[in-house]
């Protein structure tokens, strides 16, 4: 069951974002740690928030994640606009633009667990991911914690270093409802390559 998110100490801080992404195509793992994202609660949710750059293009794109006891919202605005919404058991659509391009995107979300204390929190994902008409299967882990925790405490067992969050990733493996076969001989990932082209992190 998740756990209904608790309110920090301050309604706005500073915290660090580590996520880890794994795909069930070749078993292919991202990861990355984002500083400086701004964690704060309003209404119930929780949001964090940070720029990212765009390689190749003028601008940025500003990625914000809405935390709810129940449902995970990853919203872009900037060179992308793109808002989705993961909620285990359930299938969402949206549409992301990039310029002039529009890209269709549906899920279906067979795992979401939320976790959130006053220092921070872990949110554990796994769905199917139909986009440009391929079909892919990922699991996905967020961390954060306050930044002056993470500076103090960097080497304490609740802040896990990047094998650490790798290996709990590792476990998410049975909520990929087809295993880790490569699906009707697509490309890996075209989520991957669609954030790689862009220069993005993320889901």
């Known amino acids: 069951m998740p756990t209904e998110p608790s309110t920090p100490k301050k309604c706005k801080r500073t915290c660090v974002l580590t996520w ?6 070749g078993g292919q793992v991202e990861t990355e740690r984002i500083a400086d994202v701004t964690w704060q609660q309003r209404a119930g949710a929780h949001y964090l928030s940070y720029e990212e750059s765009v ?69 554990t994902l796994a769905y199917v991911m139909m986009m440009a008409g391929e079909e892919s299967d990922v699991a996905l882990e967020l961390t954060f914690s306050r930044s002056d925790r993470t500076a103090r405490d960097s080497s304490r067992k609740d802040s896990p270093t990047l094998d650490e969050i790798r290996r ?15 699906r009707n001989g697509g490309p890996t990932d075209i989520w991957t390559h669609c954030n790689r082209k862009q220069g993005l992190s993320g889901c």
């Open 20 to 25: 880890v992404r794994r795909t069930a195509a």
């Open 168 to 182: 709990r990733n590792d476990a998410l493996g049975p909520y990929l409802p087809r295993g880790l076969e490569r």
């Open 55 to 123: 390689s190749g293009d003028t601008g940025s794109v500003r990625t914000t994640l809405r935390l709810e006891p129940l449902a995970l919202t990853w919203i872009r605005h900037g060179l992308i606009d793109w808002t989705h919404t993961f909620r285990e058991g359930e299938s969402h659509t949206s549409r992301m633009t990039m310029g002039s391009q529009a890209i269709a995107i549906s899920t279906q979300t067979t795992h979401l667990q939320v976790d959130i204390h006053p220092d921070g929190g872990r949110v």
